[in-house]
C-alpha cells in the first residue's frame, strides 16, 4: 500500500539498541558467576573464547554514557543466569546482583528505559547437567529465576523479555551451542520438541508471575520472525510457505498469545510421533499466560519451495539459513534480494510485511528487539566509515514508518547491537555495533571504544524522532 503522507514515530518511541550478556560482557567466571553452556561448549574454530568479549562487565558506565550520547531512550540486554545464580537454582550470588542493580541505575540515571531479556542461550551449566530443558524441572528453574529477577530488579525494570529466539533453540541448538541431547534418545525431534514444550509451559509461568508481582510491567516473547515467501505463485509453492511459516513462526507464537498450539504444527508433529507430553497444569498454565506486547528479531525474510524429494536438505548454518525437509518445504534463494558479504538476504520491505502479519495475527504492540548488518568493520586512523551499515537501518527504518502509517502498532526499535560483540558463529571479526570495540579474535589490544559514523547518525535519528534519516557517504 501506498501512502501519500507517512505517520510520525511516537512521541514515546523506544529508540535504543541490543546485547546479550554472554556476548558482550566477558567475565564470565568472575565475582561468583557460575559457568553456562556457552562457557563450556567447545568453541568452533576461528572465534574467540567468552571470558572477555567486549568486557562490558568493567566498561559498563563507559559503555551506557556512549548510548546516552547517541540519546538512547532504551538499552536491550540480558542477565545471565548463572551470574544471579551460580547453580541455577538455590544460592543468590550478592554481587551478580550488584552488577546488574548497578547497570540498570546507570540506565536510569542516563533516562535509559531498560529492556530486560531473561534467557539469551545461555543455560547454567549445573543446569545443563541435571538435563537442561528436557528435565520437566526446568519449568521450576525458570519460574525461580524469574522471582528472584522481579524481587531484586522489578521496582525499575517496566519491559521484561522471556525467551530469546526459542524458535532457533529449537530449530538450531547445535548451531548456536545451547543444544542438550539425553543419551540413548530413540526419537531425537520428539525430544526437542519436548523441551520446546517446557519452555512455552515457563515462559507461560512466568508471564503470568510478572503480571502478579509486578502490575504496571509488561513482559513479552522475543522469538527470531523471518516472514516465509513462496519461490512461485504455484499452489504447492505457497502450501509450502504455510507449512515453513508455521513451524518457524507461528508455534511459538501462537501458544504464547492465544495458550494453543498451531494446528499445522500439530499435525506435522503428530506424524512424526514428535507431539509432546502435557504434564499436569500444563493446558491451563498456557492459556493463563498473556503477553503485554511481541518482541521479536528480523534480519531478513525467507523464501521456499515445494520439496517432493526424499531426503532432507541437511542442517541450517545459522539462523537465517532455512534447509529444508521432504514433502514440508525447501528453502531458496530470493533472486530479488541483495545478500550482505556473510550471505544474509536484506530485505527491508519484508521487515515492513512481517511488522502487518504480526499485527494482524496477534493484535499486540510490537518491539523491535534485534536488527542489524554484520560487517568486517575496519579501524582506519581512529574512525569506522560504515556506510553499508547506515544503508541497511535507514532502508528498515523507513519500513518501520510505513507499517505504522498502515496501522501497526510499533512501540521501539532496538537494534543489533548497541556496541561490537562476540557473534554467535563468527566471532568478533563480525561486528554489528554503533561502537567499535578495539580488539581482534586472539588479540585482546586496547579494548578502546571508538564512535563508527554510524554512532553519529542514529543520534541525529534519535534526535529528530526518525525525522532525518540522511546521511552522506564518506
Known amino acids: 500500500m501506498y501512502h501519500k503522507e507517512q505517520k510520525s514515530f511516537p512521541k514515546e518511541f523506544l529508540w535504543g539498541a541490543s546485547t546479550s550478556a554472554y556476548q558482550v560482557e566477558g567475565a564470565s567466571l568472575e565475582d561468583g558467576k557460575g559457568p ?8 568452533p574454530e576461528g572465534t574467540t573464547d567468552l571470558k572477555v568479549c ?18 538512547f531512550k532504551s538499552y536491550r540486554f540480558s542477565i545471565a543466569w548463572s551470574r544471579v545464580l551460580p547453580e541455577g537454582t538455590g544460592t543468590i550470588n550478592q554481587k551478580g546482583i550488584d552488577f546488574y542493580n548497578n547497570l540498570i541505575n546507570e540506565c536510569r540515571k542516563h533516562q535509559i528505559e531498560p529492556i530486560v531479556t531473561m534467557f539469551h542461550f545461555d543455560m547454567p551449566a549445573a543446569l545443563d547437567k541435571r538435563g537442561s530443558w528436557s528435565n520437566r524441572d526446568s519449568v521450576d528453574w525458570f519460574l525461580e529465576y524469574a522471582r528472584v529477577m ?4 522489578g521496582d525499575r525494570v517496566r519491559y521484561w523479555l522471556t525467551i530469546n529466539e526459542q524458535n532457533m533453540l529449537t530449530l538450531l541448538g547445535p548451531v548456536i551451542g545451547s543444544f542438550y541431547m539425553p543419551e540413548n534418545c530413540t526419537n531425537q525431534m520428539k ?17 503470568t508471575l510478572c503480571h502478579e508481582m509486578l502490575p504496571d510491567a509488561k513482559i513479552g516473547p522475543a522469538p527470531n520472525i523471518s516472514l516465509v515467501y513462496a519461490e512461485k505463485c504455484k499452489p504447492e509453492d505457497v502450501l509450502a510457505a504455510q507449512n515453513y511459516n508455521a513451524i518457524r513462526n507461528w508455534l511459538y507464537l501462537d501458544v504464547a498469545v492465544y495458550g494453543t498450539y498451531n494446528h499445522l504444527v500439530w499435525s506435522y508433529l503428530e506424524e512424526r510421533g514428535a507431539c509432546p507430553e502435557f ?9 493463563n499466560g498473556h503477553p503485554d506486547f511481541i518482541g521479536f528479531n528480523y534480519y531478513a525474510s525467507a523464501t521456499v519451495r515445494e520439496n517432493n524429494e526424499m531426503e532432507n536438505d541437511g542442517e541450517p548454518s545459522d539462523q537465517q539459513s532455512g534447509g529444508g525437509e521432504a514433502g514440508i518445504y ?45 560487517a568486517y568493520d575496519k579501524l582506519e586512523n581512529g574512525k569506522i566509515h560504515d556506510f553499508y551499515r547506515i544503508k541497511y537501518l535507514k532502508e528498515h527504518i523507513k519500513e518501520i514508518q510505513s507499517a505504522i502509517t498502515d496501522g501497526v502498532a510499533v512501540i521501539g ?27 581482534d579474535e586472539f588479540d585482546l589490544k586496547t579494548l578502546k571504544r571508538y564512535r563508527k559514523d554510524s554512532f553519529y547518525w542514529y543520534k541525529k535519528v534519535i534526535e529528530s524522532n526518525g525525522c532525518d534519516l540522511e546521511y552522506q557517504e564518506a
Not at 553456562?36 to 568453541?43: A, E, G, I, T
Not at 567486549?54 to 540519546?71: P, Q, R, S, T, V
Not at 550471505?343 to 494482524?360: C, I, K, Q
Open 36 to 43: 553456562s553452556c556457552q562457557d563450556v561448549k567447545s568453541v
Open 54 to 71: 567486549a568486557d562490558h562487565y568493567h566498561h559498563y558506565k563507559e559503555d551506557i554514557a556512549l548510548m546516552a550520547e547517541m540519546g
Open 150 to 153: 522481579f524481587e531484586h530488579f
Open 191 to 207: 525430544e526437542i520438541y519436548q523441551q520446546n514444550h517446557h519452555q512455552l509451559v515457563a515462559q507461560a509461568k512466568v508471564m
Open 279 to 287: 504434564s499436569e497444569g500444563d493446558a491451563e498454565a498456557l492459556k
Open 330 to 374: 525447501m528453502s531458496c534463494s530470493n533472486p530479488y534480494l541483495a545478500k550482505t558479504e556473510f550471505g544474509w538476504e536484506v530485505d527491508p520491505v519484508g521487515f515492513r510485511a512481517t511488522m502487518r502479519e504480526l499485527y494482524s495475527r496477534y493484535h499486540l504492540p510490537l518491539l523491535v528487539t534485534e536488527n542489524g548488518l554484520g
Open 413 to 439: 526499535y532496538n537494534p543489533w547491537s548497541a556496541i561490537d560483540l562476540v557473534s554467535t558463529h563468527e566471532g568478533m571479526k563480525k561486528r554489528y555495533g554503533f561502537v567499535f570495540v578495539d580488539r
